[in-house]
């Protein structure tokens, strides 16, 4: 008793035991101890006992009554051992698993969040990918159905796109047009201008955005082209021009009628009359 509860045993005699329980356990211990006494049967239970310093200590108890020969009980023996170290392993490990517990919670509403932050972000990406298909659908309609011809070439005036009407201008299918160096179509001036203006702009020289042409046909025939030009990147990078070019062969050809005299004006009109009568 000495070594476990600090109290010799000389002074433990006639003392109330409950005196040794810390006061918040007695309302645990004490129904045990009823049934235990009103059954006749062992019992078994935890408390604090206060040892002799003062301080508490977890013990562990094994309470059997002591019954007469007519029945009655007049005491018990009470076996204890300390089983501190025992609540204490316990107790840490309620608290790992308490924070274990906790830092699981906080992990789910994380994830949970970066899910929803996901979910949202899935969601954006998608509204922005249809207006983007949107975008290009529209786009290439107008492309495909303007009345320029729309040609995109890389850095080496190779070309990567061209749209119908530009076929129909020289002549050439697009499959036949596409990977070829654009200005091969061009006449030897027009192919220096094209190149040299192009360069000056690459480099940031302020040149003119707009710029006539002729183009050769597939069939050997010239058409004279107003040209336009715009630079830009692609998604990796690459620089790339798109070449509008708006066909005004037959505006150059009214204009140098115009410069005509009279009588010669009226002599090319009327051969132009006659030879669409005789088609």
């Not at 005196?19 to 059954?39: G, N, Q, T, Y």
């Not at 059997?64 to 392993?89: C, F, H, M, W, Y």
Request: net charge negative.
């Amino acid at each position: 008793h000495k070594d476990i509860l600090g109290i010799c045993a000389e002074d433990m005699v006639g003392m109330n035991a409950y005196e040794l329980v810390h006061p918040d356990d007695m309302e645990k211990i004490l129904p045990v101890i009823r049934e235990s006494i009103a059954r006749r049967k062992p019992a078994k239970f935890e408390y604090r006992s206060r040892h002799g310093d003062g301080h508490y200590f977890w013990t562990e108890a094994n309470a059997n009554p002591l019954i007469e020969e007519d029945g009655s009980i007049s005491g018990a023996i009470l076996v204890t051992r300390d089983i501190t170290e025992k609540k204490e392993a316990e107790e840490a490990l309620r608290r790992a698993h308490d924070e274990l517990e906790e830092k699981v919670r906080e992990r789910t509403i994380e994830l949970s969040q970066t899910n929803a932050e996901l979910q949202q972000e899935i969601k954006e990406r998608k509204r922005t990918e249809a207006m983007l298909r949107e975008s290009e659908e529209r786009y290439r309609s107008i492309v495909e159905n303007t009345h320029d011809g729309i040609v995109i070439v890389d850095e080496d005036f190779h070309v990567v796109y061209a749209n119908p009407e530009m076929g129909f201008i020289s002549g050439y299918n697009i499959e036949e047009e596409l990977g070829r160096d654009f200005t091969v179509f061009l006449d030897g001036q027009s192919r220096e201008k094209a190149k040299d203006s192009t360069l000056r702009r690459r480099r940031g020289e302020d040149v003119p955005s707009v710029y006539e042409v002729t183009l050769i046909r597939k069939d050997g025939g010239f058409r004279t082209g107003e040209v336009r030009i715009s630079l830009f990147r692609d998604s990796t990078g690459k620089l790339l021009s798109v070449v509008h070019f708006l066909d005004i062969t037959g505006r150059k050809h009214s204009e140098e009628l115009l410069l005509l005299p009279e009588k010669d004006l009226l002599r090319v009109l009327a051969a132009g009359y006659i030879e669409k009568m005789d088609k």
